[in-house]
Structures are given as structure tokens and as C-alpha cells.
């Protein structure tokens, strides 16, 4: 084989490497074989144990209300998520956070693409002034990359149960998007009755997308963003925290913020090129070798 025949079958190597599947760095759709007492829970930890679980939950729960949704009496009639996970902050009247924090199996790196995937409806927001809560990709060091903020409040909060995303500090809840367009009461889209949708985040190194695939009884209400900018510097991500904030009290003495969550799930998308290369230097490495030979 000469040298020249070599470089071109190299060529084509990496022109016709094929794309490797996408790696789960993350999973959870709260089945278990034995379930938590949930109203003795303290901190998500006590989550863990999961049918085909991966990566780990933590986070001190300060009191909130965590229920399976086929036992909450509060949950939405949709059957598709009777086995979402409910959390709400706690109805103590005390400022807190509280934070259910997804910690990844491995870290993943933005410029290879990761894809972040769960089912998502409000909690209890019925007429009540909720707080809005966010939803927030960190690296290992704690550095941000997106951030969304879920509207929740229906007394006046103008962007309730809608999505909308921070960057720089400032909070967009009129979202740019290539098809459909998003609107207040996306998450709650069917004549009040709590449905949710799944939203599905497609992370890269120059910003994500959000495909809410949200669809109400007249098949609507679905739709896809421009790419939106991170909030901060992060080039990789190894969790994802979906934060509380209750800061008001309301008129029955307790803060109001909650969701419900279900087939939550991140994939890495592996960087094929390295395969590529690998052969191809092996390859290169055999060659030459039994030249000088």
C-alpha cells in the first residue's frame, strides 16, 4: 500500500465512521421495586434506589412535600404520569430553597452535544400566588450553563405556567422560536386540568434549545426555540438542579411552588472523530512500520 492509497483510505474512514449512541449519563422515572416512605424523606438521597437508576439524587429537601403522583390527592387526572414525582416547598410560611439535584454518572462536555430530556407539570399552582422556580445545568465546579425559570404565579404574575430562560441575569419568558410559539399556560394547557409536557433540551457550546412538545386537546401548543445563550461560562455539565425558591408566604400561611416530574433523562453524545482518529493512526502507526522493516 503506498502512502498516497493510505492518506485516501484514511480519508475515507473518517468520512464513513458511523455514529456511536448517544451515552445515558442520567436516568430516572421513579420506579422502584420497594418504594421510600416519602413523608419521611429529609434529603432527595432518600430517592435513590430506582429501577434502572443512573447517577444519583441529592439535595436537602427543607420540608417540601414530596408524593408519588398516583398518591397525591392534589395531581393531575393524566394517567401518562401517575408515577411522576411530586414536590412542592414546604407550606410553613419560612423563606427556603430547596433543591432536588441530579448528579450525572460522568461529566459531559457542551461541545459534543448533550440532550436533556423529562416530563414536567405544575404542582398545586391552582389559584394560588406561586413562586416561580428554575431549572439550572452546572458543571463540577458549580459554574452555570442554562437556567429556566417556570412561571407558577395565577394571581396577577402575568407568565404563568410558561417557560422562559435566564441569561446575563435577565429573564425571557417570550421565547424566539423557529416553529410554534410559546404561551402562558403551556405547562397547564387544557382547560385548567394539570397535563404537563416533555421537554426535551438540546445542549451544545454556543447555546441550547428547548423542544417543548406540549400538546393540548386541539393538538397545539407545541413548539421549538432558537438557540437561547447560557446564563453562564460553563463548557461542560455533570448536574442539573431544579430549585425551589419559596419567598412568599400566601393567605393560607404557605409558600407555593412545586412540580411534578417524570422520565427524566441525559445522554452524551460522544465525539466520533476520536474512533476515527485512533484507527486511522493505527493504521498509519502498522504501515510505516513495516516499511522500515
Known sequence: MTTKTLTSFFILLLGLTPSLPASVIFFADFTYTSAPDFSTITDASQLNGMVDQVGTFSG?????????????????????????????????????????????????????????????????????????????????????????????????????????????????????????????????????????????????????????????????????????????SATSISSIEFQLAAEDVDANGGDKSGFYLDNFQVSAIPETSHAAVLGGLTLCGLFFSRRRS
Request: no cysteine; aromatic share 8%; hydrophobic share 35%.
Open 60 to 232: 436537602a429537601t427543607n420540608g417540601a412535600e414530596i408524593v408519588l403522583a398516583s398518591t397525591d390527592p392534589g395531581s393531575p387526572t393524566n394517567p401518562t404520569i401517575t408515577d411522576a414525582l411530586g414536590y412542592r416547598d414546604s407550606r410553613d410560611g419560612v423563606d427556603s430553597l430547596t433543591i432536588l439535584k441530579a448528579n450525572f454518572s460522568e461529566s459531559a462536555d457542551l461541545a459534543d452535544g448533550v440532550n436533556v430530556s423529562f416530563f414536567l407539570s405544575t404542582r398545586r399552582g391552582n389559584n394560588n400566588a406561586g413562586d416561580n422556580y428554575d431549572i439550572v445545568g452546572f458543571d463540577s465546579s458549580g459554574v452555570e450553563s442554562f437556567r429556566l425559570t417556570i412561571g407558577t404565579d395565577k394571581q396577577g404574575g402575568g407568565q404563568t405556567e410558561r417557560i422562559g430562560f435566564v441569561s446575563s441575569g435577565t429573564t425571557t419568558f417570550d421565547l424566539p422560536t423557529t416553529t410554534g410559539a410559546d404561551a402562558i399556560g403551556d405547562l397547564n394547557v387544557d382547560n385548567n386540568i394539570q397535563t404537563g409536557a416533555v421537554i426535551n433540551l438540546a445542549l451544545s457550546d454556543n447555546g441550547f434549545t428547548i423542544d417543548f412538545a406540549g400538546v393540548d386537546s386541539a393538538g397545539a401548543n407545541s413548539y421549538t426555540t432558537d438557540v437561547l445563550a447560557y446564563n453562564g
